[in-house]
């Protein structure tokens, strides 16, 4: 038996490391996904006053700070009890938009879009973003400037890219100016079509990849996200919806308060990164995957136009739920187009100019729990707080916690297809990176409490040797 | 002319160092032209190279793993630059420092899990008892705080480095 270790999965964010064990014919025998890094935030928050947690939990992730803010600031409403004014849930909302479009963006053309563009067993010394900025050229500009623009867009209204304090426990600190809206809408045609050129190039080529998406993580597994009462996508708040492998729905319009009831959490040996399940299906067996995929498989519709138009060829394209983790690639673009529409409505909205945008209280409940779609998936805050309102207890779950279990058997699915321990290749390990990239998991994110994921990919023989190892 | 040899790490951070690189935006393209990245979270290489010109490190040091690496790159780089409040002076990893790692750990796997309940030990790197800066395991040549750093003043690093000084950052950076 031998053992292949890639160390660290490389063109995702953070810390992970895969082991693939093979048996003696070199066929692959047992797989595991680690997540190497823990942070403690869920610990060390304790007696901080609520109100500087979402400053402080922001820092779990540079990618998508926003979402931390968002979860967090709604769970500190929750312990102030206060409704916060329409248009500052606009105005967060707006934010939100703007953090989909710029990780998203991330996501396809400066991590995965090499493996799509250069080829999966492409030079790894070129299988990056310089290299696509090499060989295609205009592809990587309208990347660069479609990540730009959505961080333009949080930098008009929060002031600053990373870590802004614009949004606050009872809404947001500033209201919208009729110069900055300009702005914004100044740069949204450019901004809807280079996604719109992307989501065509993309269609054009998906068909090259059927081996991928065939092999690429399709076990059936539920879907969760965030929907509206009438099944319309959310990101920023709704409730939460599960589906099952044949999009029935199995819980709808979920209430924050309530996720325990349907979310269990489990240790996993072997890595940082607790295992979130589905509690009415028990673990392991409660598989369930968030993100764009999933989200499009719970939504009935996006609820803007070109967004739907692109909802409805890619259910009929793939199916009414989409099984292949390669299509979070594609369920990404579709989410960047509702993004940039939604954007464009909000600031259409006269609303969005209103002063009134904070709501202001102490403590009135002594347990809060905020609820948002990060980029990569449903993000959980739940605090508990004494009178003073120093945190007591806090919980976090993050969306590439609750894909643990699905990156798990996706890493396991293309190792079987694509490892071959007789003539190992590094296109083939790519592919096995690939897939984790396909979920595109924050590791700095899952690493709050669980990990930071330096991935590390370790080949075993059956005698315990590692007989190659990749490491990012 | 030889294009310099540019290595980023992620240790124990956010990673929004990382993003406020990235968002020097097109200018990653002028950059690309005098400069290869050799190692990093953007590109593919598996191990840290030798005979790297600038290695931009983001995070503290926190786990027996980035002890390692950081020494690692050390020895392999001829500047070392500790990118952002993390790297600079530990920052939020080091909010931690305060409680026994083993109470950290039985918080999240024991108390925080309801099934298969233990601390993960397998495949996983030992946590260090405190989140360290950098400069309390290695020289550090240029120090540059924020979190993040703003985009600006990470291209200006890049600049001077690449023109061969050390960049005079008196005024062009703040902690936070």
């Not at chain 2, 360290?132 to 924020?146: E, N, R, T, Y």
Request: proline share 6%; aromatic share 6%; net charge negative.
């Amino acid at each position: 038996m031998r053992t292949i270790v890639i160390d660290p999965v490389t063109r995702i964010e953070g810390h992970a490391k895969i082991t693939i064990h093979l048996d003696d014919e070199g066929k692959v025998a047992e797989t595991a996904f680690h997540v190497t890094q823990i942070r403690g935030f869920e610990k060390f928050t304790e007696g901080r006053p609520f109100y500087e947690m979402p400053a402080i939990t922001a820092r779990i992730c540079g990618i998508c700070p926003i979402s931390h803010l968002l979860a967090s600031v709604k769970a500190c409403d929750a312990i102030m009890s206060v409704r916060i004014p329409p248009t500052a849930a606009k105005l967060r909302e707006l934010l939100h938009c703007g953090q989909i479009t710029q990780s998203h963006a991330l996501s396809f053309f400066h991590l995965s879009s090499p493996d799509m563009l250069l080829g999966f067993d492409s030079d790894p010394a070129r299988r990056n973003v310089i290299g696509v900025i090499e060989d295609h050229p205009a592809l990587a500009k309208d990347g660069i400037a479609l990540r730009k623009f959505g961080q333009q867009v949080i930098e008009t209204l929060a002031k600053e890219r990373i870590h802004p304090s614009w949004t606050v426990p009872g809404g947001v600190n500033a209201p919208l100016d009729r110069v900055a809206r300009d702005r914004i809408l100044a740069g949204l045609p450019e901004a809807k079509a280079i996604a719109l050129r992307t989501i065509e190039f993309f269609k054009g080529v998906v068909d090259q990849f059927s081996d991928e998406i065939a092999n690429f993580g399709n076990a059936p597994t539920l879907s969760a996200g965030l929907t509206d009462a009438d099944g319309n996508l959310q990101l920023y708040d709704g409730g939460m919806r599960f589906v099952d492998a044949s999009g029935k729905i199995v819980v709808d319009q979920m209430a924050p308060q309530d996720y325990q009831q349907f979310i269990g959490e489990a240790t996993m040996p072997y890595s940082y990164l607790k295992a979130p399940y589905f509690k009415p299906l028990g673990f392991p067996n409660g598989v369930y995957r968030v993100g764009p995929l999933a989200r499009l498989n719970v939504a009935a519709r996006c609820g803007t136009p070109l967004a739907d138009v692109e909802f409805a060829e890619f259910h009929q394209r793939f199916g009414k739920v989409v099984d292949s983790s390669f299509h979070f690639h594609y369920a990404r673009l579709i989410e960047i187009i509702y993004a940039l529409e939604r954007m464009e409505m909000l600031l259409n909205d006269p609303a969005i100019l209103d002063r009134h945008v904070r709501a202001t209280a102490g403590v009135n409940a002594l347990e809060g729990i905020g609820i948002a779609e990060a980029p990569r998936g449903t993000l959980i805050h739940h605090y508990k707080v004494n009178e003073d309102g120093a945190i007591t207890w806090a919980n976090l779950i993050v969306a590439t916690g609750h894909n643990n279990l699905a990156i798990s058997h996706s890493v396991d699915q293309v190792a079987r297809r694509y490892i071959d321990g007789a003539k190992m290749q590094e296109g083939m390990l790519n592919r096995v990176s690939a897939v984790v990239r396909a979920y595109d998991p924050c590791l700095s994110c899952s690493t709050h409490a669980d990990g930071q994921y330096p991935l590390d990919i370790q080949l075993v023989d059956a005698a315990g040797a590692v007989v190659d190892r990749r490491r990012s | 002319m030889k294009k310099a040899r540019v290595a980023t790490l992620w240790l124990d951070g956010c990673s929004g160092c990382h993003m406020s690189l990235v968002d020097i935006d097109e200018a990653i393209l002028i950059v690309a032209q005098r400069a290869d990245i050799v190692y990093g979270p953007l590109v593919d290489a598996q191990e840290f190279p030798p005979d790297v010109d600038v290695a931009i490190v983001e995070g503290a040091v926190s786990s027996q793993d980035d002890l390692e690496k950081i020494k690692r790159v050390r020895e392999r780089s001829r500047i070392l630059v500790a990118l952002g409040d993390c790297a600079v002076t530990s920052n939020v990893p080091s909010m931690r420092n305060r409680l026994p790692v083993k109470m950290l750990l039985e918080r999240i796997y024991i108390e925080g899990a309801d099934v298969q309940k233990g601390i993960p030990t397998d495949g996983v790197p030992t946590l260090l008892k405190q989140a360290i800066p950098l400069q309390d395991v290695v020289k550090v040549d240029v120090h540059v705080p924020g979190c993040p750093p703003s985009a600006s003043s990470i291209l200006f690093v890049l600049t001077e480095l690449l023109d061969g000084r050390i960049p005079d950052l008196k005024s062009k950076v703040r902690f936070g």
